[in-house]
């Protein structure tokens, strides 16, 4: 049993079900604080709102929280452009954190994604304390001001790409709806990316946003760290009963038959050999499902 196994049967109760629900609805309300500033000349999430270290070391905080409020993909050359683009923001990474918590759970996808939360907070805490080391007590609010610009959760829900790639490596994503590319190779281009970030931001002295990126990075391996050991007893014996229906399967079946087929949609390895076919160890029951539909199904608890 690893560690988070143990946190799961310890405070498994305290998983938030369908967070992703939450996430995209807080993205929303920041979305209409963005639109509220741009119409009226007024930056509500900035002024108040945001994570200024300077200003919750003074009172202010309310900022641990609010700070989240900010719209992640907005952004744009105008209003609509933006518009759009958070709106394919929406649609994509509500999938994708959608099918990390069925595959993982509800408690180990809250584990993750408010443990990267955490990982920003501490980011700010650190790099404004660091830099109280170096300049003068007066510079720091105007120092906090124009770091907090860049202190969001952005980095974090990207992430959620990567970790949905390195779970399912071989799910297929349509780049502008028409070219399928799999996860796996989007995953080397994130990362190409996340290193393009990180030695820009060292060029041109943006250290807070080199903390960032690998402050997810961070998170994303410290979970899947914490995540690998042997499996519990229940575990073994879940894979146990997968063994010995794979090893029935064989002795069962012509060896020109099909030995995997997709509970969802009834193919088989001989119909897609592209797909890859497994067991959900969620499910209560030997349930098989393609690689399309091993982290969309619905779990059979019986």
Same mark, same amino acid.
């Given at each position: ?101 069925? &595959?993982?759970?509800?408690?180990? $996808?809250?584990? *993750?994604? +408010? ?6 907070? !501490?980011?700010? /805490? #650190? ?27 952005? &980095?974090?829900?990207?992430?959620? $790409?990567?970790? *949905?790639? +390195? ?6 994503? !349509?780049?502008? /709806? #028409? ?27 943006? &250290? ?95």
């Amino acid at each position: 049993m690893n560690f988070i196994d143990k946190l799961e049967r310890k405070f498994g109760r305290f998983g938030i079900p369908n967070l992703m629900k939450y996430v995209i609805g807080v993205n929303i309300i920041g979305l209409f604080f963005g639109i509220f500033g741009e119409i009226y000349k007024f930056n509500l999430y900035y002024d108040y709102l945001s994570l200024d270290v300077y200003q919750i070391l003074h009172g202010q905080v309310w900022r641990l929280v609010t700070f989240v409020f900010y719209p992640s993909g907005f952004g744009g050359s105008g209003l609509i452009s933006s518009l759009l683009w958070f709106a394919i923001w929406i649609f994509v990474y509500y999938s994708i954190g959608m099918s990390l918590e069925r &595959y993982w759970g509800t408690f180990r $996808f809250t584990l *993750f994604y +408010l443990g990267g939360v955490v990982f920003v907070i !501490l980011t700010a /805490f #650190v790099y404004y304390f660091a830099n109280a080391l170096i300049y003068p007590p007066e510079y720091m609010r105007l120092i906090s001001y124009y770091t907090e610009a860049g202190i969001t959760l952005e &980095y974090l829900n990207q992430s959620l $790409f990567l970790a *949905f790639a +390195l779970a399912n490596p071989d799910a297929q994503f !349509l780049i502008y /709806f #028409v070219i399928p590319v799999k996860a796996k190779w989007l995953s080397i281009l994130y990362f190409v990316m996340d290193g393009y970030y990180i030695i820009s931001g060292i060029l041109n002295q943006n &250290y807070i946003a080199v903390a960032l990126v690998a402050g997810s990075l961070i998170n994303l391996g410290l979970f899947f760290f914490f995540s690998h050991g042997k499996p519990g007893a229940r575990g073994m014996y879940k894979n146990h009963k997968r063994k010995t229906e794979f090893r029935r399967k064989i002795n069962h079946t012509k060896q020109t038959g099909p030995i995997h087929r997709c509970a969802i949609c009834g193919r088989t390895e001989l119909d897609a050999p592209h797909l890859d076919f497994r067991y959900c160890s969620k499910c209560e029951g030997n349930y098989e499902y393609c690689s399309e539909h091993l982290f969309t199904h619905e779990h059979v608890h019986r």
